[in-house]
């Protein structure tokens, strides 16, 4: 059984930093491809991040140079740095597991359950 789970969110002031992390269990970790997604209530899970086993890397606009995607197979984990947080990047966040390089939600199979992070003026 595939589990995700993400760990790192929290409150921070506007131009401060998070490091999100994912642990998956139970998934072949080093293929295939793994993703970041966010949500605010009465929105749509937006796609923020994206990186597969060729280290290949796929950003929203509205993150891009700012948060930086890594992985590191040994420890079977999906990091997402978080630099200059903006009040916008309010959100639940969650990563998931698929086989495409896209961020969109569709074409992810397995969602940890999110993790918290709070920006504040």
């Known amino acids: 059984q595939v589990q995700l789970m993400e760990s790192g969110g929290g409150s921070v002031q506007t131009g401060g930093s998070l490091r999100l992390s994912c642990t998956a269990s139970?998934?072949?970790?080093?293929?295939?491809?793994m993703g970041w997604f966010r949500q605010v209530p009465g929105k749509e899970r937006e796609g923020v991040a994206a990186?597969?086993?060729?280290?290949?890397?796929l950003y929203a606009s509205s993150v891009k140079g700012r948060f930086t995607v890594s992985r590191d197979n040994a420890k079977n984990t999906l990091y997402l740095q978080m630099n200059s947080l903006k009040p916008e990047d309010t959100a639940m966040y969650y990563c998931a597991a698929g086989n495409v390089l896209l961020l969109a939600a569709a074409y992810y199979r397995h969602w940890g359950q999110g993790t918290q992070v709070t920006v504040s003026t």
């Open positions: 990186i597969c086993t060729s280290d290949s890397t």
């Open positions: 139970g998934y072949i970790y080093d293929s295939g491809c």
